[in-house]
């Protein structure tokens, strides 16, 4: 490879890293719930009086293909008012469905945390509550206005079936994040898969570390020096 070229490639892949500002359109062929649904007999939204039967909780895997790869998320229901569904999604900002600055970084502490804790965890049932947990304290963050989160009581809040303890989970995962208990953890940032015909989904995406930034940035410059010196040499020669 001549230097040029290097040069070029090393560009391609520094560009390739930086988040891109523009949506990208990601079509979804599949789900499933990972680790498990648990499930309330209802969902209730006060405000506009909605109430939903048998609404199932869990973590989602999505599948399907972007720009031509295949692709996977881990998420969560960001549309509790919304059908789950296949098809064509945009990959979005978490700021499309929650402008509040002060919750989104709850939210991004909130999915942070919760993955450490599936990870951990080995036994079923208990990845479950986990997951139904996360999944409750999601929809409060994005639907609770009423001034203090409580998956229980409010505006929104679920009732029965085989939740209770998730509930409770839920409710413990807030308050550790309203009182600073919790604190988001580096490496990830919230996006969006955002339809406005399905339900919408939140996930974690890695960001690269500063030092990560260093090395590449750094790589591209040697690379940028690399071929200023052969360029030197060549001209000496003539």
Known sequence: MTMRNALMAAALVLGAAVPATASATVVITGYDDDPGYLAADQMVYTPTGFVGNWPGMSRFRFTGTENGKTVEFLTYCADAFTAIGTGSFERADIST???DTTRQQQLLTLLTHSEILLGSEGDLLA???IS????LAVWEILSENSGSYDTTGGQFYTVGGNSDDARALANSYL???TTGGWTAIAGHKLQLLFSKDQQSQVFLSAV???ASWATMIGGFALVGGMFRRRRAATYRVA
Do not use: N
């Open 208 to 210: 690269p570390e500063p």
């Open 97 to 99: 469905v929650l402008g």
């Open 175 to 177: 308050t550790q994040i």
């Open 132 to 135: 139904a947990a996360t999944q």
């Open 127 to 129: 990845r479950k509550t």
